[in-house]
């Protein structure tokens, strides 16, 4: 079986976890046999790997290049800012000419490479998607990581990546939810059959028991004896990064003998950074920006407790990355992996007073630490990229059954 994927980045050089997530995805159908080839928007440096790779602005298309945005995570706001800098310009591009250029570039990639599924990852490459399928007369799985209402948390979203998300959905064959709380937003938000979505969980890799990597954070823990609280993920309204620091502050009034760190980055930093300085707490708060591989890994050991209070999560990848480092977490109850988590405490991503209740209780007491990070390792180890994988084959050949039905 032959996939021809569409996605939008792919690591080292992505910005979320839609990148994780989907070339993580594409490994584990790799080694289970099926031939994928991957495509992305732009030629980027990254290692060969055991599939095929392809730069949709290396395919032999002619037509007029300009200045693009390359992030898929530009808030509504900064679409206006962007556009309004280059209204005047001899480029007016946008984010959404990207997306066009890209869709167009599809159609010479799906009369080169054959194939039995078309694979696209969220709105960024829905239009890619549904040109190849149209193409190549194959069906089309969608696959959404998260959806507008995640990403600007219910209120004050883009009509345009709206239409395009919900366009894309209608347009496929199959529709793949990262979670049960992102299958009810797609039926209810954007009116697709229940019937028509399948939920398939993301994963983590898993790792050996904890041990300490030399690092300056962790240096730092040790010469102080500090407890230390982590938040990883982008600095957005989605991920909830001003609840935290107000948790933090409450947890802070209890107990000084705890510091916190905040690994991302996004458009609400200047927003944290003043918010941290009025409540007085930078000094006992690290922003070590966005950090991936070894670095990111030291800081999942180095910390006593992990915090995820995002305020919509489709699933939340970093839970599960905390937890097979050993490292005890605490979670929004508006996540996708909340879902799949027993061992984990959950709350209201706007209840700033449970969360330092509960971050309180696990530096306090070393049995609720320890008997979270046991459990909750056993319980994240359960899910797998090769579950995720077995799961979508068995998508493809459902859909492969009824497509010869019809041609």
Same mark, same amino acid.
């Given at each position: ?53 392809? =730069? ?13 945005? %390359? ?54 490459? =829905? ?51 990262? %979670? ?50 982590? =938040? ?49 707490? %930078? ?6 920006? =966005? ?75 070393? %049995? ?40």
């Amino acid at each position: 079986m032959k996939v021809l994927m569409f996605g939008w980045e792919f690591p080292p050089h992505n910005s979320g976890g839609l990148g994780v997530a989907s070339a993580k995805l594409a490994y584990a159908l790799t080694a289970e046999g099926i031939e994928v080839v991957f495509v992305l928007p732009r030629r980027i440096g990254i290692e060969k790997g055991p599939f095929k790779i392809l =730069f949709a602005d290396e395919t032999p298309v002619t037509f007029y290049e300009a200045q693009a945005l %390359s992030s898929g995570y530009v808030s509504s706001e900064q679409y206006k800012e962007r556009r309004a800098l280059l209204r005047d310009a001899q480029y007016g591009i946008t984010l959404f000419d990207e997306v066009m250029r890209y869709a167009i570039r599809a159609k010479s990639i799906a009369k080169l490479e054959r194939c039995d599924v078309v694979h696209a990852h969220d709105w960024l490459s =829905f239009g890619a998607g549904i040109t190849a399928k149209r193409v190549s007369k194959r069906p089309l799985v969608a696959h959404m990581h998260a959806t507008e209402f995640d990403r600007t948390g219910g209120s004050n979203i883009n009509e345009e990546v709206y239409m395009r998300e919900k366009k894309g959905m209608e347009s496929a064959d199959r529709v793949v939810a990262v %979670s049960s709380l992102t299958k009810r937003m797609i039926v209810d938000r954007y009116g697709i059959a229940e019937d028509a979505v399948d939920v398939v969980y993301n994963a983590a890799d898993t790792h050996a028991d904890r041990h300490e990597t030399p690092d300056p954070v962790l240096q730092f823990k040790n010469a102080t004896g500090k407890k230390m609280v982590l =938040f990883v993920g982008r600095f957005t309204l989605q991920k909830g990064p001003d609840y935290f620091l107000r948790a933090a502050d409450l947890v802070l009034k209890h107990d000084k003998n705890v510091f916190f760190v905040m690994a991302g980055s996004g458009d609400m930093e200047p927003q944290i950074i003043r918010l941290a300085a009025e409540l007085g707490i %930078s000094g006992s708060l690290f922003f070590s920006g =966005f950090v991936r591989g070894e670095e990111l890994c030291s800081l999942y050991r180095a910390a006593d407790v992990f915090v995820m209070p995002s305020v919509s999560e489709p699933f939340g990848i970093t839970t599960l990355e905390s937890l097979s480092h050993g490292t005890p977490v605490i979670i929004s109850k508006q996540s996708g992996v909340s879902e799949v988590l027993n061992h984990a405490l959950k709350v209201d991503f706007w209840d700033v007073e449970e969360t330092a209740n509960k971050i309180i209780s696990v530096l306090r007491h070393k %049995s609720l630490q320890d008997t979270l990070e046991e459990h909750g390792r056993r319980e994240a180890a359960k899910y797998t990229w090769r579950d995720a994988a077995a799961k979508i084959i068995g998508i493809y050949e459902r859909l492969l059954g009824r497509h010869r039905l019809f041609y």
